[in-house]
């Protein structure tokens, strides 16, 4: 069996994709699981050594291709570091270098007729009819975001590490791609986000996981993807943020990585994005999200996770729960503890089964 090494904050999503698609994987990441030991070789990097610590950790594991998950998008120059000494399966440090620019990609939307939400640095002209958010240059998952105040407006440095963006009212969606034939992307799926979500105790703005949507109930952003794709050269799996305000749409970001809403269309579909096939039109609605810590705790030795745990392997299966800590580990308040799945008849009931079981994860560790 291919070997494929997998770096990034959390490697557990991207590990079961590839035994799906038939690789064996080999994980970096911050956490090292108790599922993810049993998907993957992991290596668990400390938390004060992110994100340059996965260079020197690299050079360690047998030759083998490798790819990046969520947060290395962020840093070109480790991407680079590790792509010295072997194959990426994703893009490289120069389309990450424009890619993540927001300003970037603000301009060639707007060649492309779409102009919202607005994008601009500290000491720009900031339309005062209009609300706006802070967000980190290097942001993440919803991290650091804000609303801005009178402060974040006037110019403060030459090179900020913020910047502002129009906030539009709607909703958060995720759409993913994959390199297709010719360079045209292949449409794998469209998920809304649950971002900030209060029953999952995220603070405001943190991804706190997706629920999957009918291509037909938001709109279409293949192509706006293909343009995108005509200025990126981007590869392998991508997803675009976007909001969804009325029959229209703006997008926030693009996440030129493996994303964390693509194994939700592996297990509605069967089809693994890693082998990059057309995937067929599932019949079913899966969502995923992410419970934080109301307060902090010790995780416990048992839980209604442990089934999932004992049969993880069998990565066809959908999970009840993922991403789960080892028995005694302290799990600081606001700390993300594990993930929830569910599977459902549509967007409304598989968001009100996740919500179901956010609560019974309330009761065990009691939360009121």
Request: aromatic letters at 12%.
């Amino acid at each position: 069996m291919d070997r494929v090494l997998i770096v990034g904050a959390s490697g557990r999503a991207a590990a079961a994709s590839a035994r799906r698609a038939g690789f064996d994987p080999y994980v970096l990441d911050l956490f090292a699981d108790a599922d993810t030991e049993r998907l993957a070789t992991v290596v668990k990097l400390p938390m004060d050594e992110y994100p340059h610590g996965f260079v020197e950790l690299a050079k360690r594991v047998p030759p083998m291709p490798w790819m990046y998950t969520g947060g290395l998008e962020n840093y070109p120059d480790v991407v680079a570091a590790i792509s010295q000494t072997r194959e990426l399966w994703g893009n490289g440090p120069d389309v990450l270098k424009t890619v993540r620019n927001p300003f970037a990609v603000q301009k060639w939307l707007k060649e492309f007729g779409r102009t919202r939400p607005q994008t601009i640095l500290p000491g720009e002209f900031a339309d005062p009819s209009l609300r706006w958010l802070c967000k980190p240059i290097r942001g993440s998952a919803g991290l650091g975001v804000r609303f801005a105040d009178s402060d974040d407006f006037p110019s403060q440095a030459e090179k900020p590490n913020y910047y502002l963006q129009e906030y539009l009212e709607g909703d958060s969606m995720s759409a993913v791609f994959a390199h297709g034939r010719r360079g045209w992307p292949t449409f794998v799926g469209v998920s809304r986000q649950l971002i900030g979500t209060d029953w999952l105790h995220a603070k405001p703005f943190a991804y706190a996981g997706n629920v999957m949507v009918a291509p037909n109930e938001c709109p279409d952003p293949r192509p706006t993807a293909g343009w995108l794709t005509y200025r990126f050269p981007l590869r392998r799996v991508w997803g675009i943020d976007f909001i969804r305000y009325g029959d229209k749409f703006g997008v926030i970001e693009v996440n030129p990585r493996y994303t964390a809403s693509v194994e939700l269309y592996e297990l509605a579909t069967r089809t693994a994005a890693l082998t990059q096939k057309e995937p067929a039109i599932p019949k079913t609605t899966f969502g995923k999200a992410v419970y934080y810590a109301p307060r902090r705790f010790v995780f416990p030795s048992s839980g209604p996770w442990d089934d999932f745990l004992a049969r993880c392997t069998d990565v066809w299966r959908r999970p009840n729960f993922a991403d789960i800590p080892h028995a005694g580990d302290i799990i600081e308040a606001g700390q993300p503890v594990l993930t929830i799945f569910a599977e459902a008849d549509g967007e409304v009931a598989c968001e009100a089964k996740l919500k179901a079981s956010a609560a019974e994860l309330d009761r065990l560790f009691a939360v009121g």
